[in-house]
């Protein structure tokens, strides 16, 4: 007998190959929402939106509006036919305001009409009457006031009192993160279609097409098997179609069950941004008690997120907040609290590492306060405070640290860039540069991987084999740029040893895989990956025996390899197989299904393992700044990224370079501002400052830490890497702090929030050299 020839399949895990859709983005054939047809009879919609930071709804008039030409169906909350209630955790959020409009930009009524302008048009001629009231608009404001969406959660260890008054040294302090928009390419978007009877399906730019199945059934008060949802791809999401997709789908689906026309709902870019909502501020207060040598014994942190208007998904986000407080370090006593704050502004929501990156700016302020406070390097500080393998490693909410790496990837990195030469060549700029100063910074990141609500932590797949042996793939996750549908199709065409080309991925569907959970928490690879590749699996197995007949061998010895299937030197190819199994009445079709092991967590105590493993990753870099304008640049970056064994090194390496340079954005230049009546000033690309090409680093190396598989039995040992690397980015904020903080000759702490504006720069650099002059004299 000889072995199967070991040839490669084209495209299976492992392999770099490029996006699924990579030509049809860049040529524009890629269709999305906007793009596809029009069904005859299509109206378009337009929002009637708040303007009003907090105002009770007295009367809504359709009369004006009704009488635009073209104008077929105007809704207001109190035409909901069923439930006005599409809350993702808690309950009694509306899709359109019902009694009072919470912040400016609430959708109150909604119209449909033949045209757009017709739609906008008739939008603007609704008479809505308001009872004016005082809105509450900042954290500090709704902590006085004790405002809260829900509960505070805490999580404890040790006794924190105690540890602080123990502790040969102790700093307070305050620091401040902003929000950030999600501008995603593709704005909000959902085409809603009413078929037979209570039938609806919805087309929806959704990174939870469950969430907006149950949303627009709860709506319309129809089952859930009424509604049938619908989504090929998303120009980008980040977040920010996980929750607040429903809203449009939801609005869509209500005006077409009135009007009983398919109904298209697109928000333009600036009421987008008004209306729905963003990554979550956070004001951060903490007191730490260490030693000489930079020891932390004792930290106690208050977490108080704006959480806009109503929950959300915001006890989630800060849950994460809470679980990454501690980034890579061992804290013996540590109280941490978390407080999401109501206010009347836009409810804030998931968005790229879901309060995972405010969590970890938080421990990086008290870092960088500690060794500054000791004149000790941020590395020498962090090393000391490094979990520890076999001691030391259990993390405030009670999870064994089992597959630290930190140690490894930090090594790694600096043996890369030759951290102390370059710390030497910052100096000596300096130095010689009285006007632009130079800062440079490193980051350890340590991320966790699963939805923190166990439950969530399942997914489900749907694979065809045809007798071609060409194979159809649907599983429960969404594409929103990130790859995912190549990387599941490499899983399975590696699965059935077949080129990447016989496997087709086709849109997310409700009516497909059910019960979903969002495309989120960068878990889509490891779930749904996984449950494809049950299904393939089962497939094969019965393909196996098939042939095993066929060749008269036992199954063992039958060997799927290079589009065939092998006994000893005989074989068939893949498809003369699967056409063999349809002539023999073989089901070649399969549903799959995985849930996450190991996970549980106890929300009440704070204690559990939320996640199955952890992502490592470590950053070193370079900005300069203007102390005169305030600008700063980020000159260099420099990134080791663990993937575990990446399944498609090219999207790894894509992934961290768009997380990295959006995590920029937000720490350094992405600012919201709203003014004294509520209202968001930065509504578009004009006013919004998200990165562009120019702001990337001139020099800019990703590596992705080769040989590390997954300790866990991952889907071929990868990890996760959607979110990861944006944290890495908080080593440019730190190297601003270090920028400023040269002006006072590295003796004090910055008083430098984030995002680092040139007017935040200018700030702490006229209050450093104050600081420092006080200090000479
Ligand atoms: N990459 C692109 N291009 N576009 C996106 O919208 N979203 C990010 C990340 N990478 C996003 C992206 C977020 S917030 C998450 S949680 C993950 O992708 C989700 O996909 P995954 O679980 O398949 O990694
Ligand atoms: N990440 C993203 N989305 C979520 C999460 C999370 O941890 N939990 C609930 N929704
Ligand atoms: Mo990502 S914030 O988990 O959608």
Same mark, same amino acid.
């Given at each position: 007998?000889?072995?199967?020839?070991?040839?490669?399949?084209?495209?299976?895990?492992?392999?770099?190959?490029?996006?699924?859709?990579?030509?049809?983005?860049?040529?524009?054939?890629?269709?999305?929402?906007?793009?596809?047809?029009?069904?005859? /009879?299509?109206?378009?919609?337009?929002?009637?939106?708040?303007?009003?930071?907090?105002?009770?709804?007295?009367?809504?008039?359709?009369?004006?509006?009704?009488?635009?030409?073209?104008?077929?169906?105007?809704?207001?909350?109190?035409?909901?036919?069923?439930?006005?209630?599409?809350?993702?955790?808690?309950?009694?959020?509306?899709?359109?305001?019902?009694?009072?409009?919470?912040?400016?930009?609430?959708?109150?009524?909604?119209?449909?009409?033949?045209?757009?302008?017709?739609?906008?048009?008739?939008?603007?001629?609704?008479?809505?009457?308001?009872?004016?009231?005082?809105?509450?608009?900042?954290?500090?404001?709704?902590?006085?006031?004790?405002?809260?969406?829900?509960?505070?959660?805490?999580?404890?260890?040790?006794?924190?009192?105690?540890?602080?008054?123990?502790?040969?040294?102790?700093?307070?302090?305050?620091?401040?993160?902003?929000?950030?928009?999600?501008?995603?390419? !593709?704005?909000?978007?959902?085409?809603?279609?009413? /078929?037979?009877?209570?039938?609806?399906?919805?087309?929806?730019?959704?990174?939870?097409?469950?969430?907006?199945?149950?949303?627009?059934?709860?709506?319309?008060?129809?089952?859930?098997?009424?509604?049938?949802?619908?989504?090929?791809?998303?120009?980008?999401?980040?977040?920010?179609?996980?929750?607040?997709?429903?809203?449009?789908? /939801?609005?869509?689906?209500?005006?077409?069950?009135?009007?009983?026309?398919?109904?298209?709902?697109?928000?333009?870019?600036?009421?987008?941004?008004?209306?729905?909502?963003?990554?979550?501020?956070?004001?951060?207060?903490? #007191?730490?008690?260490?030693?000489?040598?930079?020891?932390?014994?004792?930290?106690?942190?208050?977490?108080?997120?704006?959480?806009?208007?109503?929950?959300?998904?915001?006890?989630?986000?800060?849950?994460?907040?809470?679980?990454?407080?501690?980034?890579?370090?061992?804290?013996?006593?540590?109280?941490?609290?978390?407080?999401?704050?109501?206010?009347?502004?836009?409810?804030?929501?998931?968005?790229?590492?879901?309060?995972?990156?405010?969590?970890?700016?938080?421990?990086?302020?008290?870092?960088?306060?500690?060794?500054?406070?000791?004149?000790?390097?941020?590395?020498?500080?962090?090393?000391?405070?490094?979990?520890?393998?076999?001691?030391?490693?259990?993390?405030?909410? *009670?999870?064994?640290?089992?597959?630290?790496?930190?140690?490894?990837?930090?090594?790694?990195?600096?043996?890369?860039?030759?951290?102390?030469?370059?710390?030497? !060549?910052?100096?000596?700029?300096?130095?010689?540069?009285?006007?632009?100063?130079?800062?440079?910074?490193?980051?350890?990141?340590?991320?966790?991987?699963?939805?923190?609500?166990?439950?969530?932590?399942?997914?489900?797949?749907?694979?065809?084999?045809?007798?071609?042996?060409?194979?159809?793939?649907?599983?429960?996750?969404?594409?929103?740029?990130?790859?995912?549908?190549?990387?599941?199709?490499?899983?399975?065409?590696?699965?059935?040893?077949?080129?990447?080309? &016989?496997?087709?991925?086709?849109?997310?569907?409700?009516?497909?895989?059910?019960?979903?959970?969002?495309?989120?928490?960068?878990?889509?690879?490891?779930?749904?990956?996984?449950?494809?590749?049950?299904?393939?699996?089962?497939?094969?197995?019965?393909?196996?025996?098939?042939?095993?007949?066929?060749?008269?061998?036992?199954?063992? #010895?039958?060997?799927?390899?290079?589009?065939?299937?092998?006994?000893?030197?005989?074989?068939?190819?893949?498809?003369?197989?699967?056409?063999?199994?349809?002539?023999?009445?073989?089901?070649?079709?399969?549903? *799959?299904?995985?849930?996450?092991?190991?996970?549980?967590?106890?929300?009440?105590?704070? &204690?559990?393992?939320?996640?199955?493993?952890?992502?490592?990753?470590?950053?070193?870099?370079?900005?300069?700044?203007?102390?005169?304008?305030? #600008?700063?640049?980020?000159?260099?970056?420099?990134?080791?990224?663990?993937? /575990?064994?990446?399944?498609?090194?090219?999207?790894?390496?894509?992934?961290?370079?768009?997380?990295?340079?959006?995590?920029?954005?937000?720490?350094?230049? #992405?600012?919201?501002?709203?003014?004294?009546?509520?209202?968001?000033?930065?509504?578009?690309?004009?006013?919004?400052?998200?990165?562009?090409?120019?702001?990337?680093?001139?020099?800019?190396?990703?590596?992705?830490?080769?040989?590390?598989?997954?300790?866990?039995?991952?889907?071929?040992?990868?990890?996760?890497?959607?979110?990861?690397?944006?944290?890495?980015?908080?080593?440019?904020?730190?190297?601003?702090?270090?920028?400023?903080?040269?002006?006072?000759?590295?003796?004090?702490?910055?008083?430098?929030?984030?995002?680092?504006?040139? &007017?935040?720069?200018?700030?702490?650099?006229?209050?450093?050299?104050?600081?420092?002059?006080?200090?000479?004299?």
């Amino acid at each position: 007998m000889t072995a199967a020839p070991v040839q490669r399949i084209k495209g299976g895990v492992h392999s770099a190959v490029r996006h699924e859709s990579a030509v049809g983005h860049v040529t524009g054939r890629a269709a999305y929402l906007d793009d596809l047809p029009a069904v005859p /009879g299509s109206l378009e919609a337009a929002l009637v939106l708040s303007p009003h930071a907090h105002a009770r709804i007295v009367t809504v008039d359709f009369a004006r509006a009704l009488a635009v030409p073209g104008v077929r169906a105007a809704i207001a909350a109190g035409d909901i036919p069923g439930r006005n209630d599409i809350a993702p955790i808690l309950k009694g959020e509306p899709a359109l305001a019902g009694g009072v409009a919470e912040y400016v930009g609430h959708p109150v009524a909604a119209i449909a009409a033949d045209t757009l302008d017709q739609a906008r048009e008739a939008a603007r001629l609704v008479d809505v009457t308001y009872e004016v009231l005082s809105p509450v608009l900042g954290i500090e404001e709704a902590l006085e006031r004790g405002l809260l969406v829900s509960p505070e959660q805490k999580i404890e260890r040790g006794d924190i009192a105690k540890g602080l008054a123990g502790s040969p040294l102790r700093l307070k302090g305050e620091v401040r993160c902003g929000g950030q928009d999600h501008f995603y390419l !593709e704005g909000q978007i959902a085409l809603a279609v009413p /078929g037979e009877e209570r039938d609806m399906v919805v087309w929806s730019s959704t990174q939870h097409p469950t969430e907006v199945q149950h949303g627009v059934a709860h709506l319309l008060g129809v089952p859930f098997n009424a509604v049938t949802v619908e989504v090929r791809r998303m120009g980008g999401a980040f977040g920010g179609k996980e929750s607040q997709a429903t809203i449009i789908a /939801g609005i869509a689906a209500l005006l077409a069950w009135k009007s009983r026309r398919p109904v298209k709902l697109r928000l333009a870019r600036d009421d987008d941004m008004v209306a729905t909502g963003k990554r979550h501020p956070f004001l951060i207060r903490y #007191e730490v008690g260490f030693d000489a040598e930079g020891r932390i014994h004792a930290l106690d942190m208050l977490y108080a997120a704006n959480a806009g208007n109503v929950a959300d998904l915001s006890p989630a986000v800060i849950a994460r907040a809470l679980c990454h407080a501690d980034n890579c370090y061992y804290l013996p006593h540590v109280r941490l609290r978390g407080l999401a704050c109501k206010t009347n502004t836009v409810s804030n929501t998931a968005f790229r590492g879901f309060g995972g990156p405010q969590g970890m700016f938080g421990i990086e302020a008290v870092i960088d306060a500690v060794a500054r406070h000791l004149r000790l390097p941020l590395e020498t500080v962090r090393r000391r405070n490094f979990y520890g393998i076999g001691r030391n490693d259990v993390t405030p909410y *009670g999870m064994t640290v089992e597959d630290n790496i930190i140690e490894r990837v930090v090594d790694e990195l600096e043996r890369a860039v030759d951290l102390k030469t370059w710390r030497n !060549e910052i100096d000596a700029f300096n130095r010689a540069s009285p006007v632009v100063k130079k800062g440079l910074a490193t980051m350890p990141v340590k991320f966790g991987i699963s939805f923190n609500l166990t439950s969530l932590n399942q997914a489900g797949a749907l694979v065809h084999v045809y007798t071609d042996g060409s194979v159809h793939l649907n599983h429960g996750g969404t594409e929103m740029g990130q790859g995912l549908f190549v990387k599941i199709a490499q899983i399975v065409a590696e699965a059935f040893q077949i080129d990447l080309e &016989q496997v087709r991925v086709s849109a997310t569907s409700t009516g497909k895989v059910p019960n979903t959970s969002a495309t989120a928490a960068s878990s889509g690879t490891d779930m749904n990956g996984m449950a494809a590749l049950n299904a393939a699996e089962q497939i094969k197995g019965r393909m196996a025996e098939v042939a095993a007949g066929h060749f008269g061998v036992p199954v063992g #010895e039958i060997a799927f390899a290079d589009n065939r299937v092998f006994a000893g030197n005989k074989s068939l190819a893949f498809g003369e197989l699967a056409a063999l199994c349809w002539r023999n009445r073989v089901s070649l079709s399969s549903t *799959g299904f995985y849930r996450t092991p190991k996970i549980h967590w106890d929300g009440q105590a704070g &204690q559990g393992r939320p996640f199955y493993y952890f992502v490592y990753g470590a950053a070193a870099c370079e900005v300069a700044i203007d102390t005169l304008t305030g #600008e700063m640049r980020c000159l260099r970056a420099e990134l080791v990224q663990d993937c /575990g064994l990446s399944l498609n090194p090219a999207i790894d390496l894509g992934q961290a370079e768009g997380a990295f340079v959006q995590g920029m954005g937000w720490l350094t230049a #992405e600012e919201l501002w709203w003014d004294k009546e509520g209202r968001l000033r930065t509504h578009g690309p004009s006013t919004y400052k998200i990165p562009g090409s120019r702001d990337v680093p001139p020099v800019f190396n990703v590596r992705l830490l080769p040989n590390a598989p997954n300790r866990e039995a991952t889907v071929f040992r990868s990890k996760a890497i959607g979110e990861p690397p944006l944290m890495l980015a908080i080593a440019v904020w730190l190297a601003v702090r270090d920028a400023v903080a040269s002006l006072g000759g590295h003796r004090l702490a910055p008083a430098l929030d984030a995002p680092t504006t040139p &007017q935040r720069i200018l700030a702490a650099v006229d209050d450093i050299k104050a600081r420092a002059a006080n200090m000479g004299r």
